[in-house]
């Protein structure tokens, strides 16, 4: 990230030192023991050392204070305007990852969580609500209109479906095509109501167009007769609810422009 080399080895103070000062201010509230943290290195560097870089930093005995002067160090460093630049900004910082899965701290997740939990908890309840929502319509297996449903009665829907769409598409495509397993031959009239489940896998089309699922344990998959898969091409604004999930899923309204029909052998 450009800008923030600007402020690399500024009075010696690095990202990292940074990070130490965010988990103060918004993790502890501004407050931290200092023999619970003075030998920690999860940021990879010593929570003492940096913390004692700043004068936005009170020390005493016991205690790292911050003052408020310390919420402008943290925006200048990690802060966004609109959520979109949280989750950009996240992955621009993806070399701050932690190495280790057991021990450590994303450094690069603090632009994303500043902005969604600290500075607009609105859209983290909204999200905490969304996977709830994802849940019910994961385990239905099925496209039921009352679970899109609450997924639009979601106060930030937007920033939900972009969230998925970025994750998906980091590049941002203007457009991107997805695709949609039928068993049986397309009927148009049967699509220009409700809503249509479809997917950014077109593996994960063809595999349902294939088989038939029961919800329990199959020996052996049960195949259709007939299996096409449906194509089209969507922009982020065209989709009603990006669902992604391990099988990519994104929920359209109806009717679709269907671009391609492939039969399947």
């Keep these: 990230m450009k800008y923030l080399k600007l402020f690399e080895h500024y009075n010696e103070i690095t ?20 023999k619970s943290w003075e030998k920690d290195n999860r940021m990879e560097v010593n929570c003492d050392t940096s913390l004692r870089k700043f004068k936005c930093v009170n020390i005493d005995d016991e205690f790292y204070k911050s003052t408020e002067e310390c919420d402008k160090i943290v925006d200048e460093w990690f802060g ?5 630049e949280s989750l950009k900004k996240k992955l621009e910082l993806s070399e701050y990852k932690k190495k280790d899965q057991f021990y450590g701290y994303d450094i690069n997740r603090i632009p994303y969580d500043l902005f969604t939990v600290f500075k607009h908890p609105s859209i983290h309840t909204s999200f ?6 994802f849940a019910t319509h994961w ?3 099925m496209c ?10 979601l106060e930030h829907i937007k920033e939900w479906n972009y969230l998925n769409y970025f994750e998906s598409f980091p590049d941002e495509p203007k457009t991107f095509k997805i695709y949609r397993g039928i068993k049986d031959d397309y009927d148009d009239d049967k ?12 593996k994960q089309a063809e595999r349902f167009a294939k088989y038939y699922f029961s919800g329990v344990h199959q020996f052996e998959p049960e195949h259709a007769e007939k299996s096409h898969v449906l194509e089209t091409q969507v922009s982020i604004d065209d989709v009603t609810v990006f669902v992604a999930g391990s099988e990519g899923e994104v929920i359209l ?5 269907i671009t391609n029909i492939e039969k399947l052998k």
């Design 15 to 34: 990202i990292r030192d940074v990070a130490w000062l965010y988990f103060l201010q918004y993790f502890y509230s501004g407050k931290m023991e200092i």
């Design 80 to 84: 966004c305007k609109t959520f979109e």
């Design 128 to 133: 905490k609500k969304a996977h709830n929502v």
């Design 139 to 141: 385990n239905s297996q």
């Design 144 to 153: 039921i209109e009352e679970n899109i449903k609450e997924f639009l009665k």
């Design 191 to 202: 699509n220009k109501k409700g809503y249509s489940c479809w997917t950014t896998n077109k």
């Design 253 to 257: 309204k109806n009717p679709v422009n």
